[in-house]
């Protein structure tokens, strides 16, 4: 199941979306969200599911990836979708069948938008970090949040951060699943037991990925101090971003989408 987690990963290709400048991924990112929030119902779904098949077409990542990357989350989505129908409205959807009379029409169509909503958010910011490599992301944060030096705001700092504390993401997960195959050989038993026994059972999973994590910490530390890293001051770029045809055209697409939707709400 660990395996099965692909956020905060990279996959190198040459694919239009590859080529795309970093800060109008992060826009269209923005716009992507902002419009699937706007979706008033079921046939403003289509739009976004045009636009997804836009880009995995253009992205070269298959969609496998993304399903396989969806396994994980699979707890969040039925919770999410349980919770709407068992307070959701409407006339019962089985009225014959007393027991069953909690499941309601208005609660069975909220849950089936909200995990349709959940799944496209989840598919169409992955493409994000799959198609664009930590250094462009943290290039790409620290240009559009460059207005901010001027209230004295650490930029470069934040998004060092953040890229670094996604890009762990992936190794920290393959850390997890190599202590726990470790621990399974010495006899550990994490799927049997109530539910306290096996959040005690996780305690020799825990402490060493801790310890773990802190010695990467320490050890990134070593090498930014060993490379003269001083932050975001003086520093130079070994890539100039600049806009091209390919982004505006991505940018024109996703605007047409976003005024689609809004018809929808309209009208």
């Not at 099965?4 to 969200?33: A, E, N």
Request: glycine residues 6%; aromatic residues 12%.
């Amino acid at each position: 199941m660990l395996k099965d987690i692909t956020i905060g990963q990279y996959f190198p290709g040459k694919s239009f979306m590859h080529r795309l400048d970093p800060r109008m991924k992060l826009l269209l990112t923005v716009l992507y969200v902002v419009s699937l929030f706007l979706v008033p119902d079921f046939w403003g779904f289509l739009v976004i599911g045009a636009v997804i098949a836009l880009v995995v077409a253009s992205s070269g990542v298959s969609l496998k990836v993304v399903f396989r990357g969806l396994k994980p989350l699979m707890f969040i989505i039925i919770f999410t979708a349980f919770f709407n129908i068992l307070y959701g409205g409407g006339e019962p959807l089985f009225p014959n069948i007393s027991w069953l009379a909690w499941i309601k029409t208005e609660g069975v169509r909220n849950a089936l938008f909200m995990i349709i909503r959940i799944i496209l958010l989840i598919m169409g910011t992955s493409y994000l970090t799959y198609t664009t490599s930590p250094v462009m992301l943290t290039d790409a944060m620290e240009r559009i949040f460059r207005p901010l030096k001027v209230l004295h705001f650490p930029v470069h700092e934040l998004a060092m951060m953040m890229t670094i504390a996604l890009r762990f993401i992936p190794t920290l997960i393959d850390e997890t699943d190599k202590i726990i195959n470790a621990q399974k050989a010495r006899g550990a038993d994490f799927e049997t037991g109530n539910i306290i026994r096996r959040a005690k059972a996780l305690i020799p999973i825990l402490i060493p990925l801790l310890i773990s994590a802190f010695r990467r910490a320490e050890e990134l530390a070593d090498a930014m101090e060993c490379r003269c890293y001083q932050g975001g001051e003086g520093r130079t770029r070994y890539k100039v971003y600049s806009f091209s045809w390919r982004d505006w055209a991505a940018l024109g697409i996703m605007l047409l989408a976003m005024a689609t939707i809004i018809l929808f709400m309209i009208f």
